[in-house]
Every structure is written in structure tokens, then in C-alpha cells.
Nanobody, 124 residues
Framework: QVQLVDSGGGMVQAGGSLRLSCAAS????????MGWFRQAPGNEREFVAA????????YYADSVKGRFTISRDNAKNTVYLQMNSLKPEDTAVYYC?????????????????WGQGTQVTVSS
């Protein structure tokens, strides 16, 4: 069982940066693939980034590649999403998620545990 708490959202102007954090409870955090997803009003939830627990594999959506960086600190049971060069279209509620899997996935259906979400608003 893993419980996730998202934080770090806020309002920023286009071109700015934010760092989201996701604190996890549970002793086996290091063995979960972690992902970030987002959902804008009227839109379906979409994949943003993921990091595996083994070998540090990374995977990004094309829309954020080169601007966002996912990382994890297993000692602190925390995963981060550094977001740079933010655009108005990045505005959404961002959710972290955990999947008990060896590989990496961009499908929300593979993630059993979800944070409560944190709002990111980018103004033009």
C-alpha cells in the first residue's frame, strides 16, 4: 500500500518554472514506478512523465520533452517534476501515481495509487 501527497503547484507566468513534489508513504517506495499525469478542464487525463525504480528509465510525453524533468529520491520517498519554460497549455491539475511494475508505462490504467493532485496555472 502506498499513499501519495502532491504539492508544489501554483500560478506562474509563461516561461516560468515550478517544481512539483510527491511524498510517498510505505517502505517499498523504491520498488514502484512513479509517474506524473495531468488533467485540464474538459480534457481527459494525460500522461506527462514516468521514472522506473530500476535502472532509472525515464519516459516523457512529447509535449513536455526538453522542458520537464522527472526525478526521484528513494531515501526521501519523494518524486519530483521540475517544469521549466512553462506554457499556458500546461495549465492543469497534476497528479503523481505509483505502479508496482518493473518496467515503465504511460498508461494510467497501470498505476494503482494516486495523489490528490496539485493545481498548476500558467498565465500568458
Amino acid at each position: 500500500q502506498v499513499q501519495l501527497v502532491d504539492s508544489g503547484g501554483g500560478m506562474v507566468q509563461a516561461g516560468g518554472s515550478l517544481r512539483l513534489s510527491c511524498a510517498a508513504s510505505g517502505r517499498t517506495f523504491s520498488k514502484y514506478t512513479m509517474g506524473w499525469f495531468r488533467q485540464a478542464p474538459g480534457n481527459e487525463r494525460e500522461f506527462v512523465a514516468a521514472i522506473s525504480w530500476i535502472a532509472g528509465r525515464l519516459y516523457y510525453a512529447d509535449s513536455v520533452k526538453g522542458r520537464f524533468t522527472i526525478s526521484r529520491d528513494n531515501a526521501k520517498n519523494t518524486v519530483y517534476l521540475q517544469m521549466n519554460s512553462l506554457k499556458p497549455e500546461d495549465t492543469a491539475v497534476y497528479y503523481c501515481a505509483a505502479a508496482a511494475m518493473l518496467g515503465i508505462s504511460y498508461s494510467g490504467a497501470d498505476y494503482a495509487y494516486w495523489g490528490q493532485g496539485t493545481q498548476v496555472t500558467v498565465s500568458s
